[in-house]
Structures are given as structure tokens and as C-alpha cells.
């Protein structure tokens, strides 16, 4: 089976049912740097201000996902991944402060290719996309979850780094200096077979946008036909949606793509 879904009173990373936990959609030490004391304001992509809502901390549950993962894939498992995310994100925001390409941070010998440093980067989104899956009850690849809590050194993230659009649309307009966002689950689609060919997410702190989604095997592909047509009849109908009521390049761009191509 080349992928796996849990029902929400188990782990969405490995299927435990035991000291279930919150998983933060964007990380609580990240929102604690980026916003310090200043009040955090949680809403809606496109939301009015009314339909905003006053975090009562980093740790409130409007900032988690609603499923959950168990304590050992928590700690033990994702622990390393999430602190050199944490020592990644540091030299990003600096490069990206400074003018400089945030992708050169992996010219640097502690982030060279296969090393421990660069596949916890790695592990660390492939663990918020497993989430943003689960999330919506779809199916997630085995061998992405799998990598994501280090049973397998198999990275097939796909990561850009940018400036983040309404960031720096927010700043020169309006003078904001704190901003965090996460862009749920975007599904990638072929407008003519309505195939099911990516998963997409994006995760933003601050001026900083990263954009990481996972291309579907065929393999992959002919399972999701076979074991999971109700997941596909959804994305399809998403697809059919997109494709009858294209978002603007703006919106496009907003989640960290550039056409309407392939979406």
C-alpha cells in the first residue's frame, strides 16, 4: 500500500493510538519570536476583521491542527527536525533581510545534500504536509511519512524559499511588521484527465515564504483510483471548480504558484 490514512482518534504519522498531542501549524517558538508580546490575531485567508480572533497564546488551539500525532512522533521522532528548522529559519530571515538568495543557505557544508542537517529541513515540512493532508481525511504517501519521523531517508519535498507576497504588500501598505501565515492544502490537478498529480502547502513567518509540495508516482496514482474514489471525486470537483472560476495571478501567487497551468 503506497499510502495510509488514520481515523483521527489515531496518530495521522503512524497510526498510535496512545498520548495523542496538538501539532502547531506554524511553530510556537517562531510566533513567539516573530510576534514577542505583541497580540497575535488569528484568522481566515480572505476573511473580513470581524471574523478575526485574539490568540490567547502560541500554544491556542486555533493555531494547531485538528488532528492529531502521538507523543513519540512528537518528541523522540519529529524533535531534531523541528529545532533545526528553528536554526534554519534564522539564517533564512537574515538572507532574506540582507537582499541575498535564501536558497544559498544550502551551499553551505552543514546543509550539503543526504547530511542530518538538510534532511531534517527536509522532515520538517514533509511533517506539515502530512498534516494539511490528514487534515482534510485525504490518503497520505507512506514513504512521506515514513521521512517525515525517520524511518526512511527518502526525501521527496520539493522546497522554494521567496519573499512573501502579501508580506511585503502588508509592510509597504499598512506598515505591518509581524506576519505568520500557512497556506492549508492545495491539490494539483491535470485539467484534462482531472488526475490527481501533486500535493502543495505553503508555511510563511514573517518576510520569509516557503513553498513545499510532493509530486504523485503513477503507482501512487492508480492506487488513489482504487482505494480511495471518494478522495478523488473531491479533488476532482476542486479541479473542475478551479478550472471554471481561475484564480487571479495575485491570489496564485499569495499560495506560492504562478499560473493556472496545472492547478
Given at each position: 500500500?503506497?499510502?495510509?490514512?488514520?481515523?483521527?482518534?489515531?496518530?495521522?504519522?503512524?497510526?498510535n493510538?496512545?498520548?495523542?498531542?496538538?501539532?502547531?501549524?506554524?511553530?510556537?517558538?517562531?510566533?513567539?519570536?516573530?510576534?514577542?508580546?505583541?497580540?497575535?490575531?488569528?484568522?481566515?485567508?480572505?476573511?473580513?476583521?470581524?471574523?478575526?480572533?485574539?490568540?490567547?497564546?502560541?500554544?491556542?488551539?486555533?493555531?494547531?491542527?485538528?488532528?492529531?500525532?502521538?507523543?513519540?512522533?512528537?518528541?523522540?521522532?519529529?524533535?531534531?527536525?523541528?529545532?533545526?528548522?528553528?536554526?534554519?529559519?534564522?539564517?533564512?530571515?537574515q538572507?532574506?533581510k540582507?537582499?541575498?538568495?535564501?536558497?544559498s543557505?544550502?551551499?553551505?557544508?552543514?546543509?550539503?545534500?543526504?547530511?542530518?542537517?538538510?534532511?531534517?529541513?527536509?522532515r520538517?515540512?514533509?511533517?506539515?504536509?502530512?498534516?494539511?493532508?490528514?487534515e482534510?481525511?485525504?490518503?497520505?504517501?507512506?514513504?512521506?511519512a515514513?521521512?517525515?519521523?525517520?524511518?526512511?531517508?527518502?526525501?521527496?519535498?520539493?522546497?522554494?524559499i521567496?519573499?512573501?507576497?502579501?508580506?511585503?504588500?502588508?509592510?509597504?501598505?499598512?506598515?505591518?511588521?509581524?506576519?505568520?501565515?500557512?497556506?492549508?492544502?492545495?491539490?494539483?490537478?491535470?485539467k484534462?484527465?482531472?488526475?490527481?498529480?501533486?500535493?502543495?502547502?505553503?508555511?510563511?513567518?514573517?518576510?520569509?515564504?516557503?513553498?513545499?509540495?510532493?509530486?504523485?508516482e503513477?503507482?501512487?496514482?492508480e492506487?488513489?483510483?482504487?482505494?480511495?474514489?471518494?478522495?478523488?471525486a473531491?479533488?476532482?470537483?476542486k479541479?473542475?471548480?478551479?478550472?471554471?472560476?481561475?484564480?487571479?495571478?495575485?491570489?496564485?501567487?499569495?499560495?506560492?504558484?504562478?499560473?493556472?497551468?496545472?492547478?
Amino acid at each position: 500500500m503506497y499510502f495510509q490514512q488514520f481515523p483521527a482518534t489515531k496518530c495521522c504519522l503512524c497510526g498510535n493510538s496512545k498520548n495523542l498531542t496538538g501539532e502547531h501549524k506554524i511553530k510556537a517558538a517562531a510566533l513567539r519570536r516573530e510576534f514577542d508580546k505583541e497580540p497575535l490575531m488569528v484568522g481566515v485567508s480572505g476573511a473580513s476583521n470581524k471574523a478575526m480572533k485574539l490568540a490567547q497564546s502560541s500554544n491556542s488551539k486555533h493555531l494547531k491542527f485538528k488532528v492529531r500525532i502521538c507523543e513519540t512522533c512528537n518528541t523522540s521522532r519529529t524533535q531534531q527536525a523541528d529545532r533545526e528548522f528553528d536554526r534554519f529559519h534564522g539564517v533564512v530571515a537574515q538572507q532574506i533581510k540582507n537582499n541575498q538568495d535564501p536558497l544559498s543557505v544550502f551551499s553551505s557544508e552543514l546543509y550539503s545534500e543526504r547530511a542530518d542537517a538538510y534532511l531534517n529541513i527536509f522532515r520538517y515540512f514533509a511533517k506539515l504536509l502530512c498534516c494539511h493532508i490528514a487534515e482534510v481525511a485525504g490518503p497520505i504517501p507512506t514513504t512521506l511519512a515514513e521521512f517525515a519521523i525517520g524511518e526512511n531517508s527518502l526525501n521527496r519535498i520539493w522546497l522554494e524559499i521567496r519573499d512573501d507576497p502579501i508580506f511585503n504588500h502588508a509592510s509597504l501598505s499598512f506598515g505591518i511588521e509581524q506576519y505568520a501565515a500557512h497556506g492549508g492544502l492545495i491539490i494539483y490537478g491535470d485539467k484534462n484527465t482531472k488526475e490527481l498529480n501533486a500535493y502543495h502547502s505553503t508555511l510563511t513567518i514573517g518576510a520569509v515564504q516557503y513553498v513545499f509540495y510532493i509530486r504523485l508516482e503513477t503507482f501512487e496514482k492508480e492506487e488513489l483510483q482504487k482505494r480511495y474514489p471518494d478522495f478523488l471525486a473531491c479533488c476532482k470537483a476542486k479541479i473542475e471548480q478551479a478550472e471554471s472560476n481561475p484564480a487571479s495571478d495575485w491570489e496564485l501567487s499569495q499560495v506560492g504558484l504562478k499560473n493556472n497551468n496545472d492547478v
